[in-house]
């Protein structure tokens, strides 16, 4: 799995371009049908719905329970819900605990809360490397973790999905779930980084 | 099967190198948003499920799997899924590449997107839509409505939280969720997800559950004493797991 999506042999493009052309003329797909699926993934279900469940989770303890009980009923009253979200679980960073998120087997990924993955997410080199030494892995994310806060990696192997609730960050007392949700990076959610500090807050 | 796709623990793939969050595109080019999407909606057909599609994924020589790029795995996958299941030909897909290339060659360009929405209109005009075939409005449905994995079955769970669990060696030659780094190593049962579909028996067709264990494995007990100290939570299926009374035969 080369991570190297820049430079695509043509050959490529051109058998995905002869195949959809091929469905298309057979009738087993309609273009329109591609156009929403593609709609529906680059511009409407991303990190920012995980976002906001994090920062109301920071803001809202009763909230914060729920999503820690059962994140995919959580997520669903947020309208949050569909294809790989079915089986949600939200786990909490803290200064004992960090986790962090992999699929070793593909790219398992809670769809409905982030997205479509990133492609470090389904490359080789972290599918590889995070179960077997996460700190070096999270060194290169710029993630020191102090020694004695104890790792945690979940490998989706199964339908099970989930979501990192990182710690909250320092001096974001009083702010608004909104404000907050600038902080929570789709990294984050992963476990690879930590929330961003105020003053570099995601526009 | 233990194919390229399985990937924990192997070694010598180098540094992750991420591209910075706030520059990476949720798809790098056209023709993977067009992959991606061909997937999903062929998909909705209904002719495999998703541990027949993750299967078709695997069933590649492992050098293929892992020099191919994310998404050229996936058309390879669907291609497979396409052929199998006889919705196209050999001869078809040659034919269409023929007529790609042809369409390339006369415009001496790359074809791009923008030739998408001509053709579609040509098609659309040209062929009534089949029946069956998810218009735009059905795929938000499906997507929107997912497809829980979870099953009611009639046994008891096997293992309670904190049961000690060796996760059995097995070398199928099918689709499987145990990874390899696991296999023969002994954890802790976590937690108990109730009976889900069993991905071994579903990638052939059979819609078998089976309890699903989240299961704690110390990283000197995967990795050996000198590894950093922490934990991995696997998720494994009841069948991949041998209990306590078992770890003394050579039944595991």
């Known amino acids: 799995m080369t991570g190297d999506h820049s430079h695509l042999p043509s050959a490529t493009e051109l058998r995905a371009k002869a195949l959809e052309s091929l469905l298309v003329d057979k009738g087993l797909v309609r273009p329109e049908t591609l156009d929403a699926i593609i709609e529906t993934y680059q511009n409407q279900v991303g990190p920012r719905n995980g976002a906001r469940l994090v920062a109301l989770a920071w803001a809202d303890a009763e909230f914060r329970a729920r999503l820690l009980g059962d994140a995919a009923k959580a997520a669903a009253e947020m309208g949050y819900l569909g294809r790989q979200g079915e089986h949600l679980k939200a786990v909490e960073n803290t200064r004992e605990v960090h986790n962090l998120v992999v699929c070793t087997l593909c790219s398992c990924y809670p769809w409905t809360v982030l997205g479509l993955p990133p492609v470090w997410y389904k490359s080789a080199p972290y599918r590889s490397r995070a179960v077997s030494e996460p700190r070096s892995v999270l060194a290169e994310f710029g993630t020191e973790l102090p020694l004695e806060t104890r790792i945690r990696v979940w490998d989706s192997t199964s339908e099970m999905r989930y979501l990192v609730v990182p710690m909250r960050p320092p001096g974001t007392e009083g702010w608004s779930v909104e404000r907050l949700s600038r902080l929570v990076t789709r990294n984050s959610m992963i476990g690879v980084e930590p929330a961003l500090a105020p003053g570099s807050e995601v526009l | ?252």
């Open chain 2, 1 to 252: 099967m233990r194919g390229g796709h399985d990937l924990g623990g192997r070694q010598g793939f180098g540094p992750i190198d991420p591209e910075p969050e706030s520059a990476e595109p949720v798809f790098h080019s056209d023709w993977e948003r067009r992959v991606f999407a061909i997937t999903l909606a062929t998909g909705m057909l209904g002719r495999w499920n998703i541990d027949q599609s993750r299967h078709a994924r695997e069933r590649q020589h492992p050098v293929d799997y892992l020099r191919q790029s994310y998404y050229e795995n996936w058309l390879a996958g669907t291609e497979k899924l396409l052929l199998e299941s006889g919705l196209i030909s050999t001869a078809e897909i040659e034919h269409a590449l023929a007529a790609a290339g042809s369409r390339r060659g006369d415009c001496g360009l790359p074809s791009t997107a923008a030739d998408s929405p001509g053709q579609a209109a040509e098609t659309e005009s040209g062929q009534p839509n089949r029946p069956g075939i998810p218009g735009p409005e059905d795929a938000r449905r499906i997507l929107r409505g997912g497809g829980p994995a979870t099953r009611e079955i009639g046994a008891s769970p096997r293992f309670a939280i904190g049961d000690t669990v060796l996760a059995r060696r097995q070398l199928t030659a099918g689709h499987t969720r145990a990874p390899g780094y696991a296999q023969g190593c002994r954890g802790r049962v976590h937690a108990c997800h109730g009976a889900h579909v069993f991905p071994d028996a579903n990638s052939k067709g059979d819609p078998l559950a089976h309890y699903l264990y989240s299961v704690a494995f110390d990283s000197r007990a995967l990795w050996g004493k000198e590894a950093e100290p922490f934990e991995v939570l696997i998720d494994l299926w009841e069948p991949y797991l041998a209990g306590a009374n078992e770890l003394a035969t050579n039944a595991i």
